[in-house]
């Protein structure tokens, strides 16, 4: 049957004054609203082995399959990886580096500028968490230090694909070299949900952008950021759990 009859019989059962399209019609929707009694002592043990076969089957996989792929177009891995999801599209000749005990979103995007004159980097740090949906487009070199944490659907941006001319632009020429640059994300840095970052921006240790920033210049170290563009809201005072004992005998002394 065609898309168009099964079209034309819906519409035939909902608005037909017809005593049979009226009963198969009333027959239909008792059919969607049908559900099977579910008690509370057999659904949630259902539940959770259902929970714990897709676990298990998920982990094997991504043990078996998706980590070794991933690992095969790396050129260095350290130890610990976690690829969680899938696969990360990765497009362009771009040198990826991980380092150690880092958690990887399967639907993330690792791209890199193929029109440059070097070769694209993009290097990760070790304990670096990248969120799910992130966009990492590498023009020159981008560098996540130690325990960066970027949030789902973020944005590195290192170069924008077309140039500014429109001319050139419709012609299908690349993006020229001065539209792109490097990004780097010092340790500790942490990027919230839906945050972009523009080329040439170098954030320093310890800040925190805010979910949905568009950062266009570089962050100070320590400082709480948001906006667009992103603007330091205030200072943020950080302190070591390895000086706080001796603070605290200080205090007492």
Same mark, same amino acid.
């Given at each position: 049957?065609?898309?168009?009859?099964?079209?034309?019989?819906?519409?035939?059962?909902?608005?037909?004054?017809?005593?049979?399209?009226?009963?198969?019609?009333?027959?239909?929707?008792?059919?969607?609203?049908?559900?099977?009694?579910?008690?509370?002592?057999?659904?949630?043990?259902?539940?959770?082995?259902?929970?714990?076969?897709?676990?298990?089957?998920?982990?094997?996989?991504?043990?078996?399959?998706?980590?070794?792929?991933?690992?095969?177009?790396?050129?260095?891995?350290?130890?610990?990886?976690?690829?969680?999801?899938?696969?990360?599209?990765?497009?362009?000749?771009?040198?990826?580096?991980?380092?150690?005990?880092?958690?990887?979103?399967?639907?993330?995007?690792?791209?890199?500028?193929?029109?440059?004159?070097?070769?694209?980097?993009?290097?990760?740090? +070790?304990? @670096?968490?990248? $969120?799910?949906?992130?966009? &990492?487009?590498? =023009?020159?070199?981008?560098?996540? /230090?130690?325990? %960066?944490?970027?949030?789902?659907?973020?944005?590195?941006?290192?170069?924008?694909?077309?140039?500014?001319?429109?001319?050139?632009?419709?012609?299908?020429?690349?993006?020229?070299?001065?539209?792109?640059?490097?990004?780097?994300?010092? +340790?500790? @840095?942490?990027? $919230?949900?839906?945050?972009? &970052?523009?080329? =040439?921006?170098?954030?320093?240790? /310890?800040?925190? %952008?805010?979910?949905?920033?568009?950062?266009?210049?570089?962050?100070?170290?320590?400082?709480?950021?948001?906006?667009?563009?992103?603007?330091?809201?205030?200072?943020?005072?950080?302190?070591?759990?390895?000086?706080?004992?001796?603070?605290?005998?200080?205090?007492?002394?």
């Amino acid at each position: 049957m065609s898309v168009v009859s099964v079209h034309h019989v819906k519409q035939w059962l909902k608005h037909s004054q017809n005593p049979l399209a009226k009963r198969l019609f009333h027959f239909c929707l008792w059919l969607r609203r049908l559900e099977v009694p579910a008690p509370r002592l057999l659904s949630l043990p259902l539940y959770h082995g259902w929970k714990v076969a897709l676990t298990s089957v998920q982990t094997l996989v991504r043990i078996c399959w998706w980590t070794p792929l991933f690992k095969g177009r790396l050129t260095a891995c350290g130890r610990g990886l976690n690829l969680y999801g899938g696969l990360p599209f990765i497009s362009g000749p771009l040198k990826i580096t991980v380092g150690h005990r880092c958690r990887i979103s399967g639907h993330t995007t690792f791209s890199g500028r193929a029109h440059g004159t070097c070769q694209p980097e993009l290097r990760v740090g +070790d304990n @670096v968490g990248i $969120g799910w949906q992130t966009t &990492i487009a590498v =023009g020159t070199q981008v560098i996540l /230090g130690n325990n %960066v944490r970027i949030a789902g659907r973020s944005f590195l941006c290192g170069y924008p694909g077309h140039p500014v001319d429109p001319v050139a632009r419709a012609a299908g020429q690349p993006d020229a070299d001065s539209q792109t640059g490097d990004i780097i994300l010092e +340790d500790d @840095v942490w990027l $919230g949900t839906g945050v972009y &970052i523009m080329p =040439g921006v170098r954030i320093g240790q /310890g800040t925190i %952008v805010a979910a949905g920033s568009i950062v266009t210049k570089s962050l100070p170290p320590g400082v709480l950021a948001a906006g667009n563009p992103a603007k330091v809201l205030r200072i943020l005072i950080h302190q070591s759990p390895l000086t706080q004992p001796d603070e605290e005998k200080t205090d007492a002394a």
